[in-house]
């Protein structure tokens, strides 16, 4: 049996484990239908995408625990969260070693490739 917490805004008991009671705890204000709950989000996709085109770390090799890294992290620049440029594929321990962090040469390589994909997009529009 877990120890009985006071609310923290009212001091009432919140239960075992709860930081707040049933009274003071915030509403899911979030309406989703069943299928929006089940459909993976556009990261998601992404990510997967990109560990299907490169299915090994691009560090070390590896072919386990891979996720999908963005060069650019979206804490500095949130417009290129769904960029294909701007992700590579790293397992856990090189994403986690890396951390939130990127050098200028990975930020200057990530703007140069979305600004030649720009000109050649629109060197085929134009003709």
Aim: aromatic share 2%; proline share 6%.
């Amino acid at each position: 049996m877990g120890l009985l917490k006071p609310c923290l805004l009212c001091g009432d008991d919140a239960g075992p484990g709860q930081s707040r009671c049933t009274d003071c705890r915030p509403k899911d204000t979030r309406r989703r239908t069943r299928a929006q709950r089940h459909r993976p989000s556009a990261w998601d996709r992404l990510a997967r995408r990109m560990c299907k085109l490169s299915p090994f770390c691009e560090w070390c090799g590896s072919t386990e625990r891979l996720e999908c890294d963005h060069i650019i992290p979206v804490s500095v620049d949130p417009s290129l969260a769904l960029e294909p440029l701007n992700c590579r594929v790293l397992c856990k321990t090189c994403n986690g070693i890396r951390g939130n962090r990127c050098t200028d040469a990975e930020r200057q390589a990530v703007h140069a490739a979305i600004a030649a994909r720009k000109q050649r997009q629109a060197i085929d529009r134009s003709t």
